[in-house]
């Protein structure tokens, strides 16, 4: 019964990740405008994204483009794509094979089988929060860089994706690692067959020749 729980708390935190990685994907909201220093013009704010840049009008109106060409993005916006792409399918893989090799299912009927499954279903949701983590990190400190230089002049600050990326990693991180720890094979098997085969030798020893 311990196993069935950790596996349903497993299941919340891989579909709560997944959904951080999906918004931090379509949402653009990786870079806002900084007000700081000489930059005090509040009537619009730049918000830049993996897909658009958009510009808020101090009237709340929003004006997005999509970016032109994908070789004239910088490095780590071309590796966030990829990796957080990625990182959604994986996430929903392994969501997929942990419902199929969990014991509150029915899928799977060989219960030695379940333990495996569940482990690999663990490895996948690991790699999957290893890649939403490396490029929000890679873009936080670019961007936490470029702030503190001097020879930049269009200051960028953190966006909400940054951190809800971070807290995605990190849930399921902690739901592969759950799987890992607790997604291991009975030891119990081999000692029940064992007095199985006791039991049939006493057997015939009872019956009266």
Request: proline content about 3%.
């Amino acid at each position: 019964m311990g196993s069935v729980g950790v596996q349903i708390v497993c299941v919340a935190l891989g579909v709560l990740g997944l959904i951080g990685v999906i918004v931090c994907c379509a949402v653009p909201r990786w870079k806002v405008s900084s007000f700081t220093g000489t930059n005090i013009v509040t009537a619009q704010s730049s918000q830049d994204g993996l897909w658009t840049s958009c510009v808020v009008q101090s009237t709340g109106q929003q004006q997005c483009k999509n970016y032109d060409s994908l070789l004239v993005l910088p490095s780590d916006l071309q590796a966030a794509r990829a990796m957080t792409i990625i990182s959604c399918l994986l996430s929903c893989l392994s969501l997929l094979i942990l419902f199929c090799g969990a014991d509150f299912t029915t899928c799977v009927q060989n219960e030695d089988a379940k333990p495996k499954i569940s482990l690999v279903s663990g490895v996948g949701l690991l790699l999957a929060g290893l890649l939403v983590i490396i490029p929000v990190s890679w873009s936080a400190n670019i961007i936490v860089r470029n702030f503190n230089s001097p020879l930049v002049a269009d200051k960028k600050e953190l966006g909400a994706c940054i951190f809800v990326g971070w807290g995605a990693g990190v849930l399921l991180l902690l739901a592969g690692g759950l799987l890992c720890c607790f997604s291991r094979p009975k030891s119990g098997s081999s000692g029940g067959t064992a007095k199985y085969y006791s039991n049939n030798a006493s057997a015939p020893n009872k019956n009266y020749v």
